[in-house]
């Protein structure tokens, strides 16, 4: 098991190579249809012309952030300035393990708003039938990127139940060749919890919505955060 974010990066053999090839996963993934946050970039981008100046936390391979930049926005990635807006897209913060850095990512959102600004995020309603069913499983992905063949291999263990927390195991091929293999931790957080760490940080109104179409919240669909101080 992986005990923390820098272990992990240091799992991965070519860092470089793994995000360039994460980033065609994301591609592939969306131009199938097949990511669980599908018409997430639409809906930061509309949210942004909003509120902006944004601030995107946890950049990764630039998905969101480069085509919010390409429209024209006014956005950053790890400033500090005040912003109308802060978002963490492809749910960012279930990569946050522990209570203290949930509620100190919250609260740092908070800082950078300035007043009337927005905190916006997308998660998922952990489920116990997607537990007891698929995590242990190995799940594989198959795509073509520039004519080549890609593969993606992953597995979710649940590595401890009192916190709930997972991790993530994740290993990419090109052309049949492995490009490298990364552990992440995945924090399973309820609803309640996220209010919470929300009200902790002082956030005091926040809509959820059930999926990018702001539609009314269910277990079954992604959960769209927007809070306001």
């Known amino acids: 098991m992986v005990d923390s974010p820098a272990d992990a990066y240091?799992?991965?053999d070519d860092p470089g190579a793994f995000f360039d090839l994460l980033a065609a996963v994301a591609v592939a993934r969306r131009e199938a249809a097949d990511a669980p946050w599908t018409g997430d970039v639409e809906f930061y981008r509309?949210?942004?012309r909003e509120h902006e100046p944004a601030l995107e936390v946890g950049v990764g391979t630039g998905r969101v952030y480069l085509d919010l930049l390409a429209a024209g926005?006014?956005?950053d990635g790890g400033d500090r300035s005040a912003d109308g807006l802060v978002y963490a897209p492809a749910r960012t913060i279930n990569h946050l393990p522990?209570?203290?850095?949930l509620r100190g990512a919250f609260a740092a959102a908070r800082e950078c708003l300035r007043p009337g600004g927005r905190f916006a995020f997308n998660t998922f309603v952990p489920g116990f039938e997607v537990v007891a069913e698929q995590y242990g499983e190995e799940r594989v992905r198959e795509f073509s990127v520039d004519g080549v063949p890609h593969r993606e291999v992953s597995v979710t263990r649940l590595t401890?139940?009192?916190?709930q927390v997972a991790h993530?195991?994740?290993t990419l091929y090109r052309d049949g060749e492995r490009v490298a293999t990364r552990e992440t931790p995945l924090a399973l957080y309820p609803k309640r919890v996220l209010e919470l760490a929300l009200e902790a940080a002082g956030f005091s109104e926040w809509t959820l919505y059930g999926g990018f179409d702001r539609e009314p919240p269910t277990a079954d669909r992604e959960t769209v955060w927007v809070a306001e101080p």
């Open 10 to 12: 240091a799992d991965a």
């Open 46 to 48: 509309e949210l942004a």
């Open 73 to 75: 926005l006014d956005v």
């Open 98 to 101: 522990t209570l203290s850095t």
């Open 160 to 163: 401890d139940e009192l916190e």
């Open 168 to 170: 993530i195991r994740r």
